[in-house]
């Protein structure tokens, strides 16, 4: 196969998992609003087991990943904490505290994808401990990450 024919097949196989946020007003969807509630897993392996009542959620983070080896603690996990908004793709905030004094924090929206399935689409901060404030400048990342209801 020659490389455009490749090059054709990555954009064809890439463009149909882009997920728009339109994606969520067909009319054959299986839910008709996201629930929070549940075990959710992202593109790493990292999985999320929260629970919503009300504004607030709580629950419990596992990572897969860490900035340094041991920096999120002997078992990975961490307790969380947020606030989720209402209606039937809600906004959702929530953050961790590390055992060794990292912390992270994630903000996004849950969306319901033609098949049913739900996303929580959100960017991520990790602030990892400095030493002292010269050593603070690159303690900050950022990223994105999408978890989907198991």
Not at 72 to 85: F, N
Not at 88 to 93: E, G, L
Not at 112 to 123: H, P, S, Y
């Amino acid at each position: 196969m020659s490389s455009l024919m490749w090059y054709s097949l990555f954009v064809t196989l890439s463009a149909t998992q882009t997920v728009s946020a339109n994606e969520s007003s067909t009319l054959d969807m299986k839910v008709s609003s996201c629930n929070i509630t549940g075990l959710w897993r992202n593109e790493l392996g990292s999985t999320l087991r929260v629970k919503a009542e009300g504004s607030e959620v709580r629950g419990v983070y596992q990572t897969a990943v860490e900035s340094t080896r041991g920096a999120a603690g002997s078992h990975r996990t961490a307790r969380i904490i947020g606030i989720v908004g209402n209606g039937t793709q809600p906004s959702v905030s929530f953050s961790v505290l590390w055992e060794k004094g990292s912390c992270s924090a994630w903000v996004g929206q849950c969306f319901i994808l033609r098949d049913g399935a739900q996303m929580l689409k959100t960017f991520w901060m990790l602030h990892s401990v400095a030493d002292n404030l010269a050593g603070d400048w690159g303690s900050t990342r950022m990223g994105e990450d999408r978890f989907f209801k198991t």
